[in-house]
């Protein structure tokens, strides 16, 4: 079957400092990832997406400065939050996607608390 | 953009009780947009519950059902008889291009004895 993993499920940082995370998918061959942020109170924002061979797409508010993402083959891709501060943390959650499917598989994200 | 509402932040609903949980869409890239519905349980990581991918069609999954209506932009979650283990959080979500979700706040269920 498909799955996602991320690493760490939870991790701790200091104001100011930079964390990197990781997904992996598993069973099938992640063509795009998309990475989401959960502010506490939040719903799932999108930060960016990752497709194989095209450039990073990111959303308003987030960018490659601030969220680089690297998505080197299929599967695996990481993103790291550089200089976190108190309003980066929340759940991280990567989607991944296999080329013309319908639906992205999720891992069970990332939990970045900044201190 | 591409936008989910979901309207009840919180839905508190008696042990085999009916339940909805309402959803509503806007969707400017594309005129039948992907709709589905996750679910997170405490602790879990983000499941898919269901999904449909057609216009007027219904989707069902662990007793639970939600029809694609574009009349009214609606993907309505519904379930006849609620079970404690249905407590978690629901997010109506839609895909335009299947890449990536919209999501919506998400609702909170916590069924009670």
């Known amino acids: 079957g498909a799955l996602v993993y991320q690493y760490p499920r939870r991790t701790i940082c200091k104001s100011g400092t930079s964390m990197r995370m990781e997904c992996q998918a598993v069973g099938f061959q992640a063509t795009s990832v998309a990475w989401y942020r959960q502010s506490p109170q939040k719903t799932f924002e999108l930060i960016a997406l990752?497709?194989?061979?095209?450039?990073?797409?990111?959303e308003q508010n987030f960018t490659q400065e601030k969220f680089p993402i690297s998505h080197p083959n299929l599967s695996f891709s990481s993103m790291t939050v550089l200089n976190a501060y108190l309003e980066d943390r929340g759940l991280y959650l990567c989607?991944?996607?296999?080329?013309?499917?319908?639906?992205?598989?999720f891992g069970p994200g990332t939990r970045l608390t900044v201190l | 953009g591409d936008s989910v509402t979901q309207t009840e932040g919180q839905v508190t609903v008696s042990e085999s009780k009916s339940l909805i949980i309402n959803c509503t869409y806007s969707?400017?890239?594309?005129?039948?947009?992907?709709l589905f519905w996750y679910v997170r349980y405490p602790g879990e990581g983000l499941q898919l519950l269901l999904k449909?991918?057609?216009?007027?069609q219904k989707g069902s999954s662990r007793g639970f059902e939600a029809t694609y209506n574009k009349e009214t932009t609606s993907f309505h979650l519904q379930k006849a008889s609620v079970q404690e283990s249905d407590s978690a959080v629901y997010y109506c979500?839609?895909?335009?291009?299947?890449?990536?979700?919209?999501f919506g706040t998400g609702t909170k269920l916590q069924v009670v004895p």
């Open positions: 979500a839609l895909s335009a291009s299947g890449t990536y979700q919209r």
């Open positions: 969707a400017t890239s594309i005129a039948y947009p992907n």
């Open positions: 990752s497709t194989v061979n095209s450039a990073i797409k990111y």
């Open positions: 449909v991918i057609t216009a007027g």
């Open positions: 989607g991944a996607r296999d080329g013309g499917a319908a639906e992205q598989f």
